[in-house]
């Protein structure tokens, strides 16, 4: 997008956040609608949803598995990683 178009946009957005300003119900929607893009822009990609993170759970239990008789055992595997 251009720097023209950009700056048409700008003056677009503030001119109707003007008329929006005098209705505090209507101001009150735009800010939440505002939060909800720039949630949506500086979402955590580290984040997944629950069926995501239970679609990993069942993909893990259908791989290799190890079992330890005590934590000493654990410590020893994990440290030979």
């Known amino acids: 997008m251009s720097t023209l178009e950009l700056g048409a946009?700008?003056?677009e957005i503030l001119r109707n956040l003007g008329v929006v300003a005098e209705d505090e119900g209507a101001l009150k929607r735009v800010a939440k609608?505002?939060?909800?893009?720039?949630?949506e822009m500086?979402?955590?990609p580290t984040e997944m949803?629950?069926?995501e993170f239970y679609h990993m759970i069942d993909e893990a239990k259908q791989g290799p598995?190890?079992?330890f008789d005590s934590v000493e055992e654990l410590d020893k595997y994990i440290?030979?990683?």
């Open 79 to 81: 440290r030979s990683l």
């Open 33 to 39: 609608y505002l939060r909800r893009v720039v949630k």
């Open 49 to 51: 949803t629950r069926e």
């Open 65 to 67: 598995s190890k079992r």
């Open 9 to 11: 946009l700008n003056v």
């Open 42 to 44: 500086t979402a955590d």
